[in-house]
């Protein structure tokens, strides 16, 4: 059975940091792409970052690119996502994600996901 459990959310003034880790289990971390969604109240899900199985490659959603990173850890089993310079437009539920498919190269498809509970993300003004 796979788990992705998400740890790191919080409050956190606009301009400040977060980090959120996934750690995952019962798939075999290695061979899946990694990622992150994220839902506001009010929105749907929308696609945060991936990163590919291998580490070398990261796609990202423009509304986060040069203030998100996304990172893996395969000896730990675990993703995660390095957020700066937040903004209150940030504020949302942010979901960790894992491709079923092994080695799928690309940003992670939602029908196709694994998905962990989700951690709040708030960001104040």
């Known amino acids: 059975q796979v788990q992705l459990v998400e740890s790191g959310g919080g409050l956190v003034q606009a301009g400040g940091s977060l980090r959120l880790s996934c750690a995952a289990s019962g798939l075999t971390f290695s061979t899946a792409a990694m990622g992150w969604f994220r839902q506001a109240p009010g929105k749907e899900r929308e696609f945060v970052a991936t990163i590919s199985w291998s580490g070398h490659n990261s796609w990202y959603v423009n509304s986060v690119e040069g203030r998100f990173t996304i990172s893996r850890d395969n000896a730990k089993n675990t993703a995660y996502l390095q957020m700066n310079s937040l903004k209150p437009e940030d504020t949302a539920v942010y979901y960790c994600?894992?491709?079923?498919?092994?080695?799928?190269?690309?940003?992670?498809?939602?029908?196709?996901?694994?998905w962990g509970q989700g951690t709040q993300v708030t960001v104040s003004s």
């Open positions: 994600a894992a491709d079923s498919s092994a080695r799928w190269f690309g940003p992670i498809r939602a029908q196709h996901a694994y």
